[in-house]
């Protein structure tokens, strides 16, 4: 069974900010992971979704990479802005599944 | 073009009442999902649907939750004699499984979320 851990749980930081966020699973033989913001009260929104064959992908100012031998993936979000206020999450797949676990998240805010 | 929609998107019942939760999924999108989550808890597996294939059924939490689909279009998700701890919001995605590459692309979209309160 996939094991998805998120670290930090949350975070607090200034505006312009470069941030790392951090998910690690347990089976790495994975066809895919994909990251997600969800805002307060509402759905979830798909920010990257990264197959098994890449290394990363990005998308304006977010950047996540993935490893699939050491089981983790990373987010990058560079020069944070107050709307990227949200919990991200991470949704990893077991092994030969299409049905992704998913991390508890990081809550983010960011402060002006 | 329109996303994942689900309906109601607030839903508030009695405790023994059975209530029906709807998802129009993207269309063209042959898998849907079913999730809960509970308030400050992470999402919860239900129920996947994958095109005319038996659903994959392991993440119901007891036989009073089902769920159908019509061929690749809605589907209804069904909760009998609701108890308290359903109490939860409900979030329905959809993905394209077409081939690309080595392995079928499987981006999830999300709808909104129906919100059911049990009193």
């Known amino acids: 069974k996939q094991e998805v851990t998120q670290i930090p749980a949350a975070l607090s930081v200034p505006e312009g900010e470069n941030l790392v966020l951090n998910c690690s699973f347990t089976d790495s033989a994975i066809y895919n992971l994909q990251w997600f913001r969800q805002d307060p009260g509402k759905g979830l929104t798909s920010l990257l979704l990264i197959q098994s064959s890449q290394r990363e992908q990005t998308s304006g100012r977010l950047n996540a990479s993935l490893d699939k031998s050491s089981g983790r993936s990373t987010l990058y979000i560079a020069a944070s802005q107050p709307g990227d206020s949200a919990t991200y999450l991470c949704a990893v797949p077991s092994g030969g599944s299409y049905i992704p676990t998913f991390g508890r998240g990081t809550s983010l805010i960011v402060h002006p | 073009g329109a996303g994942v929609s689900q309906s109601p998107s607030n839903k508030v019942t009695e405790k023994g009442k059975d209530v029906e939760l709807r998802c129009d999924p993207i269309s063209g999108h042959t898998a849907l999902y079913w999730y809960r989550q509970r308030l400050g808890q992470g999402l919860e597996f239900l129920i996947y649907f994958q095109g005319n294939s ?16 019509t061929g690749e279009s809605v589907s209804t998700l069904t909760i009998q004699r609701t108890q308290q701890e359903d ?10 499984m077409g081939g690309r590459g080595d392995h079928p692309y499987n981006e999830q979209f999300f709808g909104p979320g129906t919100r059911l309160t049990v009193l």
């Open chain 2, 87 to 96: 109490s939860a919001v409900y979030l329905c995605a959809s993905s394209d």
């Open chain 2, 54 to 69: 038996a659903p994959d059924k392991s993440g119901l939490p007891s036989d009073r939750f089902s769920a159908e689909r």
